[in-house]
C-alpha cells in the first residue's frame, strides 16, 4: 500500500480549510467570481507542482492567492481578453499585492464578510443570495446546495448563473455597506450564515453526518457579524443558537460514526462552555425587548441544553415557542417541528394528528424528516407495519450514511 505523500496530505488539507478565504480575496483583488475560482484552481494546481520540490511555503494562504491572481492576470493577457476596469476592484496591472498574513486586516475588514454583503445585495433574488453565498464563500457543490434547497440541480445551476451575471451587469460594490444601509442588509445575511451553519450540522449527503469545518465557519462568521454590528439584537440571538446546537456536536455520533438522536445523547459529552455563551446571548437577546425568530429559535435550543434529561425537558414550553416561532417564520418545517413537541408533550397520538395535518397541505415532499418524525411516534404507538413503511421512505430520501445505518436499525426494529 502507498504511503500518501505529506505535502500533497497537506495541500488537500488546505484546500479543505482555505479555499474559502483565497477565494475571497481573489475576488476582491480580481473582480470577477468565475476568473477568481479559475485563479483558485490554478493557484492549487501551482501548489501540487512546486512544493513537493521547494517545500510548503511559511504562510501556504498567501502564497496561493498571490500565486493565483498573477496567472488570473497571465491568463487573461494571453487570452487577450477584454477587460473593463470599471467592472472590477482594481485595475489588473495595479493591483495591490495581498497582505503578507491574510488575518492582518482588522475586525470587520474580512474579505468573506465583503463577498457575503456583496451576495446578499438587495438586487438579488433571496433564493439566489444564499445558493451563492454557499457557493463561492463555503464552497459547497451545486448538488450538495440543491438539496438543501431541495431543488433539481439545474435549477440551482441556473439560479448561481443569474446571480453572477446581476452582480457583474450591476456593477454591485465588494464593499461592506455603510452603516445606515446595515439593517435592511442585515436578515439575509443571517438567513446565509444560518444555512451555512445547518448544512454544516446536518449534513445533506455523504459519510459524515457532521461537517465541522462548516459549523465552525458559520459560528466565525456570526462572530464577525457580532463585531460589526454590537447592536444587532438577531446576530447575536443567532450566533448563540449555533453555538447551543453546536454544543452537542461531540455527543451526536458514536466513535464508529453512527448517529445518536437527542434522547440517547450522552449529556456528560455537551461543551458546558458554549452552552454558558450561548444561553447568556439568547437571553441577553430576549431581554432586549425584540424577540425575533432566532431569539425564539434559541430559546427553545436553551431549553434543551439546560435539560438534566430527556424526561426532564419542558416540552410544553418547547411547543409554546414553535408556535411563536410560527408568527415569525409560518412554513411547513416549523409546523413539523411543533407537531413533534406537541407529541411530547401530549402523546404520540396527538402529534401524528397533527403532522398529518402538516403532510396533507404539502410542502414537504422528499423532506426526510417528515417520515422519520411520522415514523417514530407510530413505531411508539405500537404501529410497527406503518412504520416500517415511513422509514423505508426516509432510507430512499436521505443520501447520509449514518442516517442510512440508523434508519436500517429502526426499520429492523419495528419488523423483527
Partial sequence: MTTPDPITTRIEELFRSDAPRVRATLIRLLGDFDVAEEALQDAFAAALALWPAGGIPQNPAAWLVSTGRFKAIDRLRREKRFVDESAIS?????????????????????????????????????????????????????????????????????????????????????????????????????????????????????????????????????????????????????????????????????PTGDLVILEDQDRSQWDQEQISEGVARVEEALRSGFAGPYAVEGAIAALHAQAKTWAATDWRQIAALYQLLLRWRPSAVVELNHAVAVAMADGPAEGLRLIDSVAARGGLEGYRWLPIARGELLRRLGRNEEAAREFRTALAATEVEAEQRFLRRRIGEVTS
Fill in 90 to 254: 482594481y485595475p489588473l496591472s495595479d493591483a495591490p499585492a495581498p497582505p503578507k498574513e491574510l488575518g492582518e486586516e482588522p475586525g470587520i475588514e474580512d474579505d468573506r464578510l465583503r463577498l457575503i454583503f456583496t451576495c446578499c445585495h438587495p438586487a438579488l433574488a433571496p433564493e439566489a443570495r444564499v445558493a451563492l453565498t454557499l457557493r463561492v464563500i463555503c464552497g459547497l457543490s451545486p448538488a450538495e446546495i440543491a438539496r438543501a434547497f431541495l431543488v433539481p440541480e439545474t435549477t440551482l445551476q441556473q439560479r448561481l448563473v443569474r446571480a453572477k451575471s446581476k452582480i457583474r451587469d450591476a456593477k454591485i460594490p465588494y464593499v461592506i455597506p455603510e452603516a445606515k444601509e446595515l439593517p435592511e442588509r442585515l436578515d439575509a445575511v443571517l438567513a446565509v450564515i444560518y444555512l451555512v451553519f445547518n448544512e454544516g450540522y446536518s449534513a445533506t449527503a455523504g459519510s459524515d453526518t457532521i461537517r465541522t469545518e462548516l459549523c465552525h465557519e458559520a459560528i466565525r462568521l456570526g462572530r464577525l457579524l457580532v463585531e460589526l454590528l454590537p447592536t444587532a439584537v438577531e446576530a447575536n440571538a443567532l450566533l448563540g443558537l449555533m453555538l447551543l446546537h453546536d454544543s452537542r456536536r461531540g455527543a451526536r455520533t458514536t
